[in-house]
């Protein structure tokens, strides 16, 4: 088996794009590698968050993991506050990382908006703490969503120039697990934009909190187009809304888009809406009730953290203590 790391930002409430681009995979690979899960509270922090719901987004967030069967005896589930060492591997990071290869981030641009110099300085630097996380575990299997594949090329950039700089094999070349149909599952009123939690209208995305009755009632006011759905895939390129409706039905049917398209292919919207609500209901509606239970026991979810936090430094403090020694701090 292999070291696993990622992470969430506990901010908001995980959605479809969160779940079929990287927790179901998060959950899958448990049975044979050693995984360690990450609510990344600093990085969170890059934007504003008021104090009291950050706390309390990081708890139903930890809720809604456990729900979705992240097991937390066998793996790692812990806020990254808690343990010190990202902070401090961060901090070299910041010095070996260059200036020019931050300006590149795609995502900084995006979410700094036009006045970038009114961003904070961590939402600039965000990719660092994020290479630091994983690298303090040495872990090299990260499962991510498409969003996050430059940030994972930076990692290696910073591990190889640290490597280089310091003339030692210390950390291992990253991989990512992107999955092929899910990595980028798109606003369901845009297709053209990918479904996030930052987006002012729920319309576009499905929370893993929603019921039965407001799936159902995203998928029918999804955008779609009135030409039936194809036979072929082909048939679908121009077709955005389509296609993500058409992906996401695939990845939770498990079924290719082909199979999908031989089912539904000649036929409108409306019965493939109503099947594809169902299938999402099933899916989502256990891990809604799960959560809900889960909740009733704040203190629980607390020491789950706790004990997470003491098994995941346990790993990553003498990582990291050893690369404060590789750059030149006294022991
Ligand atoms: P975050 O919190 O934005 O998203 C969590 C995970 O969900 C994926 N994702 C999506 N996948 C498919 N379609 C979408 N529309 C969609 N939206 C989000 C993301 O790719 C991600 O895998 N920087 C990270 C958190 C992080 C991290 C890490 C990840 C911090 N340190 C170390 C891996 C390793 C983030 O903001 O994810």
Not at 245 to 257: E, H, M
Request: contains cysteine; proline residues 4%; glycine residues 6%.
């Amino acid at each position: 088996g292999k070291r696993v790391f990622s992470g969430i930002q506990p901010t908001g409430i995980p959605h479809l794009g969160n779940y079929l681009g990287a927790i179901q995979y998060w959950v899958d690979i448990q049975q044979d590698n050693e995984c360690i899960y990450c609510l990344v509270d600093m990085h969170a922090l890059t934007v504003w968050q008021e104090p009291v719901s950050l706390r309390k987004q990081t708890l139903e967030q930890t809720a809604v993991l456990l729900a979705a069967g992240i097991d937390p005896n066998k793996h790692i589930l812990f806020n990254q506050s808690a343990v010190s060492a990202h902070a401090r591997l961060a901090w070299i990071f910041n010095c070996v990382a260059r200036i020019g290869w931050m300006n590149r981030m795609t995502q900084f641009k995006d979410k700094a908006g036009k006045n970038r110099e009114a961003n904070s300085v961590g939402l600039y630097v965000y990719p660092n703490l994020m290479a630091a996380d994983i690298l303090a575990y040495k872990a090299t299997c990260v499962p991510v969503g498409e969003d996050q594949r430059q940030h994972l090329e930076l990692t290696n950039d910073i591990a190889q120039k640290f490597n280089h700089d310091y003339k030692t094999g210390f950390f291992p070349v990253v991989e990512g697990f992107i999955p092929k149909t899910s990595a980028r599952v798109m606003n369901l009123r845009d297709g053209s934009k990918k479904m996030s939690k930052s987006d002012p209208s729920e319309q576009g995305r499905i929370e893993l909190l929603d019921e039965d009755d407001v799936i159902t009632n995203k998928i029918k006011r999804a955008k779609s187009d009135s030409e039936p759905l194809p036979s072929e895939q082909e048939g679908l390129s121009h077709r955005l809304e389509a296609l993500n409706l058409v992906s996401i039905y695939s990845v939770l049917a498990k079924q290719s888009v082909e199979q999908v398209l031989q089912d539904f292919g000649g036929k409108g919207f409306s019965p493939f809406k109503s099947a594809l609500s169902d299938l999402l209901i099933q899916k989502i509606a256990p891990i809604r009730e799960e959560t809900k239970k889960m909740l009733a026991d704040k203190q629980h979810l607390q020491t789950i953290l706790k004990q997470g936090a003491e098994k995941a430094s346990a790993i990553a403090d003498p990582i990291v203590s050893e690369a404060e020694y590789i750059v030149g701090f006294l022991k």
